[in-house]
């Protein structure tokens, strides 16, 4: 790290006011005060002059953008948790630390999957559109009948902190917890839980109520939830995701509950955002898919945490020490 008096951070996106002014105290920070995305042009130019570089999941930090990075930069200091923006192998080869932000988003995350667990089986979307259109009739007692979720089975694939935090909300809606993870987590968590871990995700799909992703995007999740997984799944079974769209085959799972072989789907998430799946926004008019714009984390007080951690983590780095939320290979 150079001597200098105050490290160059360039940051990407407009963060919480309250994160800014702690940022402009302590670094010489470039922010951006209109929020306007940055070009891939933008990337390597921030590259070229910035000491920490703190990207969001907008930003593309590829090989070409690191390829032309400056001498100077030793930290991409991620405003969030997953880091499938950035080529983590190519940083850490040129010397560059990477860091998230784990754990203050844990909760708001698993909020909004259950949000999206109780929405789709329940219709909630549905019986929004009624209202807002004056169609409402009046109560009957076969109208807007949905799914019960006390008593289902849900499948989590990706047992790590959110996943965890998923179980403890479902299991407090009557939901019996089954998961698919690398490593089976702890037979305290397992216990606690009341988790039914299972080694095979293809013998978990066929039999489970709810699936809900919850793992990263890495190279060997892309596309875990493949057209040839999902066609495992049972035809009433419902696809939740808060995690990453490259996760599932998203044209495939469009196209089952198009077809009648998947009952829905709530998806928080995107294979190429912020573009939606035409196919997707068409199944949201019928209630069968609820779609939200990338929101799992986005509370105030989760945003404010992510930019303090981002700050410990820079303030951590620039002071001589290591990180406390550095991205290791092992974790790719
Ligand atoms: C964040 C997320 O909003 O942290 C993550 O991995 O998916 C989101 O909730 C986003 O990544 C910020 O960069």
Request: glycine share 8%.
């Amino acid at each position: 790290m150079p001597n200098r008096k105050k490290l160059l951070v360039v940051v990407t996106r407009k963060l919480p006011d309250r994160v800014e002014t702690r940022m402009r105290e302590l670094f010489d920070a470039r922010l951006n005060i209109d929020d306007t995305p940055m070009s891939q042009a933008d990337l390597v130019e921030a590259a070229k002059m910035a000491d920490v570089l703190v990207p969001t999941v907008t930003d593309r930090i590829d090989a070409a953008v690191l390829g032309q990075s400056g001498e100077r930069l030793k930290l991409i200091a991620n405003f969030g948790n997953g880091v499938d923006n950035i080529d983590v192998t190519t940083a850490l080869q040129r010397g560059i630390t990477v860091t998230n932000t784990p754990g203050v988003l844990t909760e708001d995350t698993a909020d909004m999957t259950m949000a999206l667990i109780l929405a789709v089986p329940r219709r909630l979307a549905e019986g929004l559109e009624v209202l807002e259109h004056g169609e409402w009739k009046g109560w009957s007692p076969t109208w807007m009948l949905g799914h019960r979720i006390s008593g289902k089975r849900l499948g989590i694939v990706g047992m790590g902190r959110i996943g965890q935090a998923v179980a403890r909300r479902a299991r407090a809606f009557g939901m019996s917890i089954h998961y698919h993870n690398r490593r089976r987590v702890s037979p305290a968590v397992e216990e606690e839980l009341e988790a039914t871990y299972w080694e095979s995700l293809d013998q978990m799909l066929a039999r489970m109520d709810i699936v809900s992703v919850n793992c990263p995007h890495t190279p060997a999740t892309y596309h875990l939830l493949s057209a040839r997984r999902l066609k495992l799944l049972r035809p009433e079974a419902f696809v939740v995701n808060t995690a990453r769209g490259e996760v599932i085959d998203e044209n495939a799972l469009a196209r089952m509950i198009d077809a009648g072989e998947l009952a829905g789907a709530g998806l928080d998430v995107f294979e190429h955002e912020p573009a939606v799946s035409p196919k997707l926004i068409k199944l949201s008019r019928t209630g069968k898919v609820v779609l939200l714009p990338h929101m799992g984390s986005a509370t105030i007080e989760g945003r404010v945490d992510m930019g303090e951690k981002v700050i410990i983590n820079i303030k951590t780095f620039m002071d001589g020490h290591r990180p406390p939320d550095r991205v290791l290979p092992s974790m790719l």
